[in-house]
């Protein structure tokens, strides 16, 4: 199919697709806690609008993120291989091939997954992309507003980095 001048493909082998350029968009010192955490943009390759999909793979010591809530979008989470951690305010939950958790917008549980594990973690996470969104960190100074479709990193206090 051709969208514009990009050829979308009709189907791909998901492991073979091409990994972000940058592996996070946080302002440092956050960008650099991603480092182990390789994220490939499956709906973007299908020029998908109104949700993301990305296929996750996390080192050993690795997170996903940090840990975070959205006011707007809603995200799911499945998991392919591994144990990952997942921590939300509840506390922490083993996780393993075949198991999924989703958060819903504005319930304001922060969440991520930390691979605590010698064995790589791999698992899909989906999103959707609503506008106006903002994501807030409890454990970090950090917080993030959707704005014509690129999130803007601020201090808590509103000051820039």
Known sequence: MNQGMKTIPVAITALDAEPRKKPSIYPEPYAS???GREKKPLGDIFGLKNFGVNLTRLSPGSISALRHAHSRQ????????GNPTLVTDEGETLL?????AGFSAGSGNGHQL???TASEVLYLEMGDRTADDTATYP?????ACMQDGTWLFT????SSF
């Not at 393993?96 to 999924?100: D, F, I, K, T, V």
């Open 33 to 35: 806690k991603m480092k």
């Open 74 to 81: 809603d995200e799911f989470i499945y998991i392919l291989e």
């Open 114 to 116: 930390i691979n605590k």
């Open 155 to 158: 201090r808590k206090d509103g």
């Open 96 to 100: 393993a091939a075949g198991m999924c």
């Open 139 to 143: 454990d970090d100074d950090l917080r």
